[in-house]
T-cell receptor, first 113, second 111 residues
């Protein structure tokens, strides 16, 4: 059973701070890792993906992957109230070609002014 | 126009009725999916299709059926709706392993 775990939160940070969102996964064969942002009542939106160990930066977002410890993180620098949303982690296992992701249940982030 | 369009956006239906949710996409992706989202349960896969002739059950397919009418169209049917099928339904598309593009969702209420 593939599992992807996220703390449901809410994680509350002040405006301008760094928000750190974490995700752990159970399948060591996992190869691809995705972060989606979902505003309340809206659809998830892909914001980052990472395939290799280490950091990947895109604007204010940084994804960090550590396959040995089986976790992936999303850092949001200079957090803004507009970043308040639920962040979903998704993981796919390689091989076989299906690439159907397993989603975590999401972490709610609140950025307060 | 949105890349992935779902209709209707909201629907209230009665127990026992048949209902169809429709999804169309302009991404040109072969892969299409139907998910439902319930508070506290996250996204759960109902059905997926990798091409027009390929249909696969997801983790919660009971009570649902799908039709892939064309590369761009994938519809979800509830044969006889029941109240515990009240949820937010999302269609999504993808190209291999490059992440999903989701539609705007259909909020379905079964009374």
């Amino acid at each position: 059973q593939k599992e992807v775990e996220q703390n449901s939160g809410p994680l509350s940070v002040p405006e301008g701070a760094i928000a750190s969102l974490n995700c752990t996964y159970s399948d060591r064969g996992s190869q691809s890792f995705f972060w989606y942002r979902q505003y309340s009542g809206k659809s998830p939106e892909l914001i980052m993906f990472i395939y290799s160990n280490g950091d990947k930066e895109d604007g204010r977002f940084t994804a960090q992957l550590n396959k040995a410890s089986q976790y992936v993180s999303l850092l949001i620098r200079d957090s803004q109230p507009s970043d308040s949303a639920t962040y979903l982690c998704a993981v796919t296992v390689g091989g076989g070609g299906s690439y159907i992701p397993t989603f975590g249940r999401g972490t709610s982030l609140i950025v307060h002014p | 126009d949105a890349d992935v369009t779902q209709t209707p956006r909201n629907r209230i239906t009665k127990t026992g009725k048949r209902i169809m949710l429709e999804c169309s996409q302009t991404k040109g992706h072969d892969r299409m999916y139907w998910y439902r989202q319930d508070p506290g349960l996250g996204l759960r896969l109902i059905y997926y299709s990798f091409d027009v002739k390929d249909i696969n059950k997801g983790e919660i397919s009971d009570g649902y059926s799908v039709s892939r009418q064309a590369q761009a169209k994938f519809s979800l049917s509830l044969e006889s709706a029941i109240p515990n099928q009240t949820a937010l339904y999302f269609c999504a598309t993808s190209e291999l392993n490059y992440g999903y593009t989701f539609g705007s969702g259909t909020r379905l209420t079964v009374v």
